[in-house]
């Protein structure tokens, strides 16, 4: 029997709110999801076709209506423009644009234009209406008469800042061609192109914040993951002796099609087992091949759905003949692991940047014995979104612009990183610990969306 995902994770958030009384999130999508494992993802019907674009936007229309007006105030744009041509399309484009739609069709602008009374009149340049609630304002004709339309729209309209999305930094914001770039100066008066400005705070601000709606779909996108993850960390899948860690990857890669999502990496998984040297520093840890029992499992895997991304990471373990969990020090390994996800989600702060969350993180963990690694990044539209990096895998240390990027409220992260723990059932080896979990940072708490591991998937 297909059953509706709204209900069925309900039912799924509701069994495990008794599990984790950790956090207590303040809107009723994300309170019961602070628990351990969740279930597997069968019976979920994904929605597709019409139901999927309705949603979307739905979703669209909330951000242009409600967020946009907002954000051009806050970074003090009166025009923003996005003119980008098909197959070469601007990186923002698709967050702006109603669905179904799959390529700037010829050349494409959009205008933004901020108005006296706080509004955003929402105007296309193309020679297909986009509908929506965007205003055709060009009947069609040849390139040079769109490009005049465009210049006649902005003149009329008398903005003094026009944002253009060109960025050295951030490749999010820079997606207006140099060509392009050119015929927008040539085509405009003087004096107008004289106010042209990077749109780039404005295009970071709009792909990290998630809005409402966002926040309340959010959590059923997030637990899909976590249920593949169930699945593929299972008897189901793994036997132990025969199937391969590629096997599993192919497994994960092929359930989240089956389900009608698009991964935006190829699933990774790995194994680690005592003789398999560890060392305290240094790269990861984690190889391929046979699984065998007794091993420990790692994956990392991210797909999209319903244009927000996730970025999981989980462990597992192989059971021995005779064992019913893990060992002792394996359990140790994963409490410390959870320990070293508190002490960086406690960090987060409004106006805080990502740099300073990294390096009071280190601290911390530092005072705690941890051996800790931090590479936390922003998710939204994308899965290494714009926003604050807090952290990367190969530097520990503070990193310009983005680093210094300060946290806002209602944005989101893949809380990701990973600690070396000693296991003496191991010969004192070390085992890595590498976890990720999607959270909303609401301005005062980090909200793992549908919960995080605290305890690990078994391999019967």
């Given amino acids: 029997m297909r059953l509706h995902l709204a ?15 950790e956090a207590a999130p303040a809107s009723p999508p994300v309170q019961a ?3 351990r494992v969740i279930p597997s993802s069968d019976g979920l019907d994904i929605l597709s076709g019409p139901r999927r674009v309705e949603v979307e936007n739905r979703i669209l229309k ?7 007006p907002r954000l051009m105030a806050e970074t003090g744009l009166d025009m923003w423009l996005v003119i980008n041509r098909e197959y070469a399309e601007d990186p923002v484009y698709f967050t702006l644009v109603p669905q179904p739609s799959f390529a700037a069709r010829r050349t494409t602008m959009l205008v933004f234009f901020r108005k006296a009374d706080g509004t955003v009149e929402k105007l296309s340049v ?17 390139l040079d008469a769109q490009w005049k339309a465009l210049a006649d729209v902005i003149v009329s309209r008398n903005p003094r800042r026009i944002g253009i999305n060109v960025s050295r930094e951030w490749p999010v914001a820079d997606g207006l061609t140099a060509a392009l770039r050119d015929r927008l100066r040539e085509v405009l008066p003087a004096e107008y192109a004289q106010r042209l ?70 699933p990774d998984v790995n194994l680690q087992r005592r003789g398999l040297a560890c060392t305290a520093d240094g790269a990861f840890c984690g190889e391929e ?6 091993d420990v499992l790692h994956t990392d895997v991210g797909f ?23 060992p002792a020090g394996l359990e140790a390994a994963m409490k410390a692991g959870n320990r070293w996800q508190d002490l960086l989600t406690g960090n987060f702060a409004v106006g805080r940047t990502g740099n300073a969350i990294l390096a009071s993180t280190l601290e911390a963990a530092g005072k705690a014995g ?91």
């Fill in 370 to 460: 941890l051996r800790a690694s931090v590479y936390t990044h922003p998710l939204g539209f994308v899965g290494h979104a714009p926003g604050p990096t807090i952290g990367m895998w190969d530097n520990q240390g503070p990193t310009a612009v983005q680093g210094d990027w300060p946290v806002y409220a209602n944005t989101a992260y893949a809380i990701e990183g990973n600690i070396r723990h000693l296991v003496p059932e191991w010969g004192g080896q070390f085992v890595q610990m590498k976890l990720e979990q999607s959270a909303l940072f609401d301005g005062q708490r980090v909200l793992y969306l549908a919960g995080r591991q605290t305890e690990w998937h078994l391999v019967r």
């Fill in 126 to 142: 193309n020679r297909y209406p986009l509908g929506g609630d965007y205003t055709s304002a060009w009947a069609g004709g040849d």
């Fill in 197 to 266: 400005t990077p749109a780039e705070p404005l295009v970071i601000r709009w792909m990290e914040t998630r809005t409402p709606m966002e926040a309340e779909i959010y959590p059923q996108i997030v637990a899909i993951a976590r249920g593949v993850i169930s699945e593929a960390f299972s008897e189901r899948v793994i036997t132990p002796g025969v199937t391969r860690t590629e096997d599993v990857s192919w497994y994960i890669r092929s359930r989240f099609e089956s389900l009608g999502l698009s991964p935006w990496f190829f």
């Fill in 289 to 294: 091949g046979v699984i065998q029992r007794g």
């Fill in 33 to 35: 999801t602070q628990g």
């Fill in 62 to 68: 909330d951000r242009l209506d409600g967020l946009l």
């Fill in 7 to 21: 209900p069925v994770l309900a039912l799924m958030f509701s069994l495990l709110a008794w599990e984790s009384p």
């Fill in 304 to 326: 999209c759905y319903l244009k927000l991304c996730t970025d999981t990471q989980e462990m597992g373990y192989v059971l021995r003949l005779g064992e019913t969990a893990p």
